[in-house]
């Protein structure tokens, strides 16, 4: 699909719909606007249109297709009716055979919803939580991995005109009582166990946390100190499939709501498995979901954002990769975080598509067992995902015991949540296929995706840029420093966007939304990204990385990108990352956390390799970057390591590394 980028106003510009006629008087054209522009001169959109084919680094994404204007449960009717009968969503979850993993795995347990059930299921769950007293506008937080019960109380939620809050299932006692108390949340929906990435049936107990929630949970009611509004606690018991975890018998916390009871006490009168009607009538621009921002730096902030938002964002990602009825995407990225529910939930959903959630938490090996088995046509992930994957693919036995070209139908699929080193995106085309994959670039804060990809894009483009604005949302590149300057094309500055996809703010924090949300002299609303990036003439985006992790050596600024890129085409390395270290000389000088493959011996500066096996040396990585880039580049200091510290879904928080570097080297100088 050819994108065309039209120098004409935002048919989204801050939030509304404007109708847009060219009317003809012989040979003249006149632009007639309607709607709230709001104070938008003739003269400013007259500037604005020579700023869009200036060489100045602004642009605005196609006017096509038009914005979607209805609810996300109108929409979704819309959808049942025509593909009903035709699978939605199929989750696959672990037996208790895998507690012990080898090389092949028993059989998943499969769950599989068609729209229909997916609409009815919903349907029954919205009345339960209406007797429980949710109405429009309350917020619920749902605390659960890639679980039936996730997606179908999404819906639920949602035909109520309530709020959903999906919270990360590994938070702790005191994320979670932050977390329910500073939105007010009355209604917590909580798995027994958390299950946790790489460790099939071996998950966390959540009794603890919850009996510090709310200590006296064999009580008939709930009492919280610590979350006063709180009112109902429902647990989804999935203790069959963790028979290790210790949690007490539900019988036993009479506090607690069983989940199936909400589907049981409602599912004996047919008229409640059918439509439901909220207590006042949904509009696209209301608040229908609230999530926390992903963590890379110490304090998520809670983005809100509205149907408009998060329906059309999923049906344009949709539209620019190509998906259509035919395809079964596996997505291992978790539903709470926007990648899982925006880009792949809600990207299949508007379109008729079967959409795969191979484990309740990240399992590369259930993830691939599942796109062979299910024949799935594309696949999604992070970096850290797909080395993982490709480190169980390169194992012949793990091979072997997949389904003889299982995985020949691969071709799509989207990689995002943290920048794509080229030789990446080589490999998922090699080993997985994915002819057509697209890379997604956001926030949270965007609903997420504002660059993207396509499939008909140039290799090079694919490999090196996070491509063009999508269709309405504008994106500019300003000077560091002066966001009033826009730079000019192939010069580095902050990213901005703006368009229908903007949060409406952060919840109860007016001085955070205003740091990050800014209007210009057109009164136009501003989402600044913090990070570097630069466009080319044709309008693709390269990002070169976090502002704020720019290493300054000597005055001279440094991107860990162009480094980290050198160091995973290293046949050795399986990950790499580099943050900025503290000298007392250049005042930061670059460090290199480098984790290698399996079977790889790693040495400390002087120790000789003993001839047994694959090795690498601090000093051949630094050769290595040498060779590939200017001496300034390379690394003074390299810490090995296996595992890095990431956010849920899969970022590295390079503010850890920086800490674990300082740390490192203050025992060293010991």
Known sequence: MELSFRPLASNALRGYTLSRRVLRYGSTRRLAISGVLRG????????????ATSDLSYVEGPQEPPLLTCTIPEHFSG??????????????????????????SSKPETTTLTYEDLDTQSNILAHS????????????????GNVTEQVVLTYAIFKLGAVLVPLNPTFNAYQISAGLSRLGVEVLIIAAVTDLSYKPCRGRSNYDILSALVPDLSDNKIES???PTLKSVVL????????????????????????????????????????????APLTPAETINIQFT??????????????????????????????????RIVCPPPLFHCFGFVLGFMASITTGSCIAFPSPAFDPGASLRAGAELRATGFYGVPTMFAAEFELLANPTFAASLPP????????????????????????????????????????ETSPVSCMTAPTDPDNRRTSTVGRAMPHTTVKIVAPGDRSRIVPRGQCGELAVTGYLLMKGYWDDEARTGEDLIRDQDGRLWMYTGDEARMDRDGYVEITGRIKDLIIRGGENIHP?????????????????????????????????VAVHAGVKTLEDGEVDGGEGEALSKDEVRDWVRKQLSGHLVPKYVFWTDEFPKTASGKIQKFKLRDDAKELLGKAAK
């Open 79 to 104: 959808i049942v009716s025509q593909y009903g009968d035709r699978p939605a969503a199929i989750f696959r979850s672990p037996t208790t055979a895998d507690m012990n993993p080898t090389l092949t």
């Open 236 to 279: 989804v018991d999935n203790t069959p499939s963790h028979p290790l975890a210790g949690f007490p018998p539900i019988q036993e916390l009479s506090a607690l709501i069983p989940y199936s009871s909400l589907l049981l006490s409602s599912s004996s009168s047919s008229s409640l498995s059918r439509s439901i009607t909220p207590d």
């Open 129 to 144: 939580l209406r007797s429980l007293g949710v109405k429009k506008g309350d917020r619920v937080a749902v605390s659960l």
């Open 40 to 51: 938008l001169t003739a003269s400013r959109l007259m500037q604005r249109r020579c700023i």
């Open 225 to 227: 100190s610590t979350v």
């Open 294 to 327: 992903s963590g890379t730096t110490s304090m998520p902030k809670a983005a809100m954002l509205n149907h408009t938002n998060i329906l059309n964002n999923g049906r344009l990602i949709a539209a620019r990769m190509g998906l259509d009825p035919s395809d």
């Open 405 to 444: 070209g299982g995985l020949s139908n691969l071709r799509k699929g989207i990689a995002a949540g943290s920048s794509i080193p080229e030789p990446l995106m080589h490999e998922l085309e090699e080993k997985l296929g994915l002819r057509e994959l697209v890379i997604c670039y956001g926030m949270t």
């Open 561 to 593: 990108l162009e480094i980290e890129t050198a160091l995973v085409r290293h046949p050795r390395v399986r990950e790499a990352s580099v943050v900025g270290v503290q000298d007392e000389r250049y005042g930061e000088v670059v460090g290199a956390f």
